[in-house]
């Protein structure tokens, strides 16, 4: 449909959305994140937070990121910043020494079988 309506795949180019970001240089975000990288250029955190903004502002526009593992990654850092967690510090206990400790379900032979029944 779309081919005989434009012709040419080509010019399915000009129908792509454009990105454009505006950024309000007065909002006080910005001008924290400023004072911030102005303060220290190398900061990471301020790095992080600027991808996140410009990662945000693009799914909150309807657009899809590239690698949303890395948005996640950031924003679990900046989590773990905000409560103040070391990224050196380990977790207490892994996660196979925790399943061991869990208790089995109730009735998990009960809701298989049901399971089944419905297949």
């Known amino acids: 449909m779309k081919a005989q309506a434009l012709r040419d795949t080509s010019t399915m180019g000009y129908m792509a959305a454009k ?3 505006e950024i309000n240089p007065d909002h006080s975000i910005m001008e924290t994140l400023r004072q911030k990288a102005d303060n220290d ?3 990471k955190s301020v790095k992080d937070l600027v991808m996140l903004l410009f990662e945000t502002s693009l ?3 309807g657009f899809s990121l ?3 593992t890395v948005h ?3 924003i679990y850092r900046m989590i773990k910043l905000g409560l103040g967690i070391e990224d050196d510090e380990a ?3 892994s996660m196979e020494e925790a399943n061991e400790e869990m ?3 109730e009735n998990d032979d009960e809701d298989a079988s049901r399971m089944e029944e419905v297949d």
């Open 59 to 61: 799914l909150s526009s």
């Open 66 to 68: 590239e690698d949303p």
């Open 91 to 93: 977790p207490a206990e």
């Open 103 to 105: 208790p089995p379900l």
């Open 19 to 21: 990105k454009h970001l």
């Open 72 to 74: 996640g990654s950031r």
């Open 41 to 43: 250029k190398n900061d």
